[in-house]
């Protein structure tokens, strides 16, 4: 198991991977939008420290984690870089999917419709289904208290991002209700509704 600058340096490159592809994305698919533009979905601040710990607690902080040696370790981390690979992959593909219609903000977007194809045929969220698996890949990479809190807030906060977004879309999109009784929220295999 990578530890200490290493594990720092791996959460990192994943945190650069992350921001890279979002831009990317952004200048692909959401070309009108400025990349200063102001999130609504998290703060700045709390993203800036949460990274802050991210990165500084594997060297300044290492008790508030797990160690696993070995190969066993290797492992677990490994498998976290799959969830990241996989988090990414997905990412890229919803928003390809999405292209004009994606939005950061709980809103419709000029043409709004129903999308229930490509990632959408599996679940309804798919993008927060990438924001979870970044987080669940980052706790595997470094199983620290601080990965599992931020992981808990993550799909606490989108969970209720998408309940917004639920009773907005079920509200204004034809046959969005008849989606959301077919189609489970976040993970494929997850209970519907």
Request: proline share 7%; net charge positive.
């Amino acid at each position: 198991m990578l530890t200490g600058p290493f594990q720092s340096l791996l959460i990192v490159l994943a945190l650069v991977v992350y921001y890279l592809v979002d831009i990317w994305l952004i200048q692909q698919y959401s070309p009108n939008r400025k990349l200063t533009e102001k999130r609504d979905s998290l703060n700045t601040p709390v993203t800036l420290v949460a990274v802050a710990l991210m990165v500084a607690q594997p060297i300044w902080m290492p008790w508030l984690g797990i160690r696993v040696p070995g190969w066993v370790g290797g492992a677990i981390q490994g498998l976290g870089v799959v969830c990241l690979i996989g988090a990414f992959a997905l990412m890229v593909w919803v928003r390809r999917h999405l292209r004009g219609l994606f939005s950061e903000k709980v809103e419709l977007q000029p043409g709004h419709h129903l999308v229930n194809t490509g990632p959408y045929a599996f679940v309804r969220h798919p993008m927060y289904t990438a924001f979870f698996t970044v987080g669940f890949g980052l706790l595997l990479i470094n199983p620290a208290i601080i990965e599992l809190l931020l992981l808990g807030f993550v799909i606490w906060h989108f969970t209720q991002l998408a309940k917004a977004e639920e009773a907005l879309l079920s509200a204004q999109i034809p046959n969005y209700t008849a989606y959301m009784a077919t189609t489970p929220r976040f993970f494929p295999l997850g209970r519907k509704g």
